[in-house]
T-cell receptor, first 110, second 113 residues
């Protein structure tokens, strides 16, 4: 069963706008990871945030983690058409394999 | 550096036929995984191999078998394909079983008619 659930299921924005996706999970985690999947391709790892970290940045990506609320958010700033993809969160509970959510489909229009 | 390579990329099977999906990684990773992705279901783990010589069931193992041939290769076998196994299959690898990122192959799109 899915440990992480992304919200919203779909998001449509204009180029230059920021995109925010959220992930909620049910049990304690060691780390949480975000992946991107372009249509018809494999998943690509974006960022890993450990349970003792609250925020992490990578280029235009900003990830936050709130373990008290069991939630994480992925912010993509100044979105580009090339950011159009599905985004998945995955939780590592420390004793089992990564568990993926169902993803958020992001559409960035020029 | 090829990363994770899956073959074939596309396959159509008739119900009852068997086939093996191949996966190889060149990153010297210890752990390898097979996932299936269905519309609206996200990725579900079929089997994984935490290290060479070990394999374990994931969330949806029924109808599948795996072989960790060596450290590089991890194959997935469908003994008697069913329409419910129509899906996109992804192989992935990671340096260790936990606390590390996973690297994915490009996927195999399988249709069972």
């Amino acid at each position: 069963s899915q440990q992480g659930e992304e919200d919203p299921q779909a998001l449509s924005i204009q180029e230059g706008e920021n995109a925010t996706m959220n992930c909620s999970y049910k049990t304690s985690i060691n780390n949480l990871q975000w992946y991107r999947q372009n249509s018809g391709r494999g998943l690509v790892h974006l960022i890993l945030i450990r349970s003792n970290e609250r925020e992490k940045h990578s280029g235009r990506l900003r990830v936050t983690l709130d373990t008290s609320k069991k939630s994480s958010s992925l912010l993509i700033t100044a979105s580009r058409a090339a950011d159009t993809a599905s985004y998945f969160c995955a939780t590592d509970r420390g004793y089992s394999t990564l568990t993926f959510g169902k993803g958020t489909m992001l559409l960035v229009s020029p | 550096n090829a990363g994770v390579t899956q073959t074939p990329k596309f396959q159509v099977l008739k119900t009852g036929q068997s086939m093996t999906l191949q996966c190889a990684q060149d990153m010297n990773h210890n752990s390898m995984y097979w996932y299936r992705q269905d519309p609206g279901m996200g990725l579900r783990l079929i089997y994984y191999s935490a290290s060479e010589g070990t394999t374990d069931k994931g969330e949806v193992p029924n109808g599948y078998n795996v072989s960790r041939l060596n450290k590089r290769e991890f194959s997935l076998r469908l003994e008697s394909a069913a329409p419910s196994q129509t899906s996109v299959y992804f192989c992935a690898s990671s340096e260790f079983h936990l606390n590390t990122e996973a690297f994915f192959g490009q996927g195999t799109r399988l249709t069972v008619v």
